[in-house]
């Protein structure tokens, strides 16, 4: 399968096919995602929706996540993971990038780029991590007003409003946000930060749309696993930033192992090979489609290895 073969592309828009995928029962695992590669890799595994998480995609930019991204910034990510993966993108559209028409372009820009679906937070710019300290919140109404906003410029995406108000205003005040979010025309909540399994599971006994678990690593939400979710009333899990922190740390490793070694000659068994990576990204099938291109004939193995030591 490519994306240059119409017919084996999705018929149904992307947030059509995400709802889909919402009716069934049990929990919807979202991975997050942070490029084309990475979403093939996770469709290889079997997930059927990805996470496009604004603190990845700054964090492959070099950036910190304090809203620095635009619009087409995103955007660029959107298409490459859509295109790639063919699956429901949930993306991270972070406080809107403005007011109710800078919301509105958002929503559409984002359609048009292929995502299925957005979460819109209600914080104020510069915003932070859900998990740190100190995030200023925008007033309860204009939230809601964004939420608003991005339902009536919505063809199909689906509409996720995250809460980061229990830090300040305790659970009962998250509670009522959701609430006001919902009735605002959000189709799902995401109550971002929760720091125990009551918690998350107060929050469901009340709020009675989809609910969206937040499991990042080195937060402060304690380690559950998506069954541990769904029996707390959650319909997705999302991991938004754990391909990116594996594959960092492997950079790491990587740069550190040839500087000291000279080589990579030490690290071959951790890599993916050649053939491996031409399976996922499909070389060959895009070779086919080009009579003019010859078949490449994969390399078997390393030339010459060097003795580990």
């Known amino acids: 399968m490519t994306y240059l073969v119409a ?4 018929a149904e828009p992307a947030g059509l096919r995400l709802r889909k995928l919402l009716d069934r029962p049990g929990i919807l695992q979202i991975p997050g995602a942070y490029n084309g590669l990475v979403a093939l890799q996770a469709r290889e595994a079997q997930f059927e929706a990805l996470y496009l998480s604004g603190a990845a995609m700054s964090a492959s930019m070099g950036l ?7 619009v087409d910034d995103v955007c660029f990510f959107v298409r490459q993971v859509a295109r790639a993966a063919q699956l429901p993108v949930v993306v991270d559209g972070d406080t809107g990038f403005g007011e109710a028409l800078n919301v509105m372009h958002m929503v559409r820009a984002f359609e ?3 995502a299925a679906a957005v979460q819109i937070e209600d914080q104020l710019l510069p915003k932070k991590c859900g998990h740190l300290n100190d995030k200023r919140l925008a007033a309860p109404h204009d939230m809601a007003a964004k939420i608003a906003a991005a339902a009536r410029a919505r063809r199909h995406l689906y509409i996720i409003a995250r809460t980061d108000a229990a830090d300040s205003e305790g659970l009962e005040g998250a509670i009522k946000r959701a609430q006001l979010y919902i009735d605002a025309g959000a189709d799902a909540i995401f109550p971002e930060a929760l720091g125990d399994a009551e918690a998350f599971r107060t929050f469901a006994r009340t709020i009675k749309v989809p609910l969206l678990a937040n499991m990042t690593e080195f937060g402060r939400t304690p380690f559950m696993t998506a069954s541990e979710f769904e029996a707390l009333g959650y319909k997705m899990i999302i991991w938004p930033v754990s391909a990116l922190r594996m ?3 492997a950079h790491g490793e990587l740069f550190a192992g040839i500087r000291h070694d000279g080589g990579t000659h030490r690290l ?7 053939s491996e990576l031409y399976a996922t990204i499909g070389y060959h ?7 003019s291109i010859i078949t490449s004939v994969v390399p078997e193995g390393m ?3 060097i003795a580990k030591r």
């Open 7 to 10: 017919q084996d592309l999705p």
């Open 64 to 70: 910190p996540d304090l809203g620095i991204l635009t």
């Open 268 to 274: 071959i068994d951790r890599m993916q090979t050649r």
């Open 112 to 114: 048009d780029a292929g």
């Open 285 to 291: 099938q895009y070779e086919a489609l080009d009579s």
């Open 247 to 249: 594959a960092a740390k």
């Open 303 to 305: 030339p010459q290895t």
